[in-house]
């Protein structure tokens, strides 16, 4: 089954992405960047949703981190984000990120159509 | 509604419900009602360090709960005191958080009030 890694460190976000999530694909949870970034290696996700404001290192830092890893540099990430303002977007895609999906989720397809296309990258 | 009720969303518990049902939205009221006086009080604490980025950090993740969840107002004053932080502006975020804390009974309340209409 398809693994999806989920690096959130709020519980009531990583609650809801496993409601949304859990029915079509396996997840595995990191609350910060220490632990994602090692435990990335062993999991070896298809796709990652990547919080941007966590505790220590911060979203972008990780991304630095997994496109500079040469097993974890190819894994699609999307930045998955209540940073919305205008041109966040493509700040965040500029910096590296393969998608973009904004907090709250109002609508779910967004957030799969996302996933999908992650998972056609890894194809 | 009554007058004293914080402007919110119902909407967006039914969007909740349509995710996961009821549980999934008890389960996230009480996860985020738990984390509340948490949030606005390092929020409150890195404010008196005078540390920015932690208020930041902290109001950030309350903007997001209180969206997903249709606490608007308290949405809205997070998201306001996450800019001044941002901006590295200390004046103001005691007022917001002022505004925070007020409102967190209310927002208690509502969810609360929500989840019991759920289970009844």
Known sequence: ?123 | MHADFPETDPEALERLRRFGGDKLLGDMVVLFLEALPRRLASARAGLGRGECHAVEHELHALKSSAAQLGALRMHRLSQEGELLAKAGTLDGLARILNDLDAEEPRVREWLTAACTRESA
């Open chain 1, 1 to 123: 089954m398809t693994l999806i890694a989920v690096v959130e460190d709020n519980a009531d976000n990583r609650l809801l992405l496993h409601a949304l999530l859990g029915g079509d694909y396996d997840i595995v949870e990191y609350e910060n960047g220490t632990d994602a970034l090692a435990g990335l290696h062993t999991a070896r996700p298809d796709v990652v949703l990547l919080d941007i404001s966590l505790p220590g290192m911060d979203g972008n830092e990780i991304l630095d981190h997994i496109r500079a890893d040469e097993d974890l540099r190819s894994l699609p990430v999307i930045a998955l984000t209540a940073h919305a303002m205008m041109g966040d977007r493509e700040k965040y895609l500029a910096a590296g990120f393969d998608d973009y999906v904004t907090k709250p989720i109002v609508d779910e397809t967004i957030l799969m159509e996302a996933i999908e296309r992650g998972l056609e990258r890894r194809r």
